[in-house]
């Protein structure tokens, strides 16, 4: 079993950053597709950054330019640094990891962006 545990989130100002950190259990963490994911209120969940095992990165336009995904495979952990944020930012983040069929989640981070 993998377990993922976010941490990172918070009230911030817009315009302000913050770094979201995801530890991932297991040994093999090298082999995952880790991503990002947002979901606000009465929204559904939404991609927001993902790095592939051979580091490729991807973001959606809302976030590109301002947030960026990266992964330290020597400390089983990825990371999402937000910078530039907005109050549509505001939203619960989650951590994910993917691997062939195998898919995991963290428990979630808030991250709350005020006007």
């Known amino acids: 079993q993998v377990h993922l545990v976010e941490s990172g989130g918070g009230l911030v100002q817009a315009g302000g950053s913050l770094r979201l950190s995801c530890a991932v259990s297991?040994?093999?963490?090298?082999?995952?597709?880790m991503g990002w994911y947002r979901q606000a209120p009465g929204k559904q969940r939404e991609l927001v950054a993902v790095?592939?095992?051979?580091?490729?990165?991807n973001y959606p336009d809302s976030v590109k330019g301002r947030f960026t995904i990266s992964r330290d495979n020597a400390k089983n952990t990825v990371y999402l640094q937000m910078n530039s944020l907005k109050p549509e930012d505001t939203a619960v983040y989650y951590c994910?990891?993917?691997?062939?069929?195998?898919?995991?989640w963290g428990q979630g981070t808030q991250v709350t962006v005020s006007s």
């Open positions: 994910n990891a993917r691997l062939n069929a195998h898919n995991y």
């Open positions: 790095i592939t095992s051979g580091d490729s990165t």
């Open positions: 297991g040994r093999i963490f090298s082999f995952y597709d």
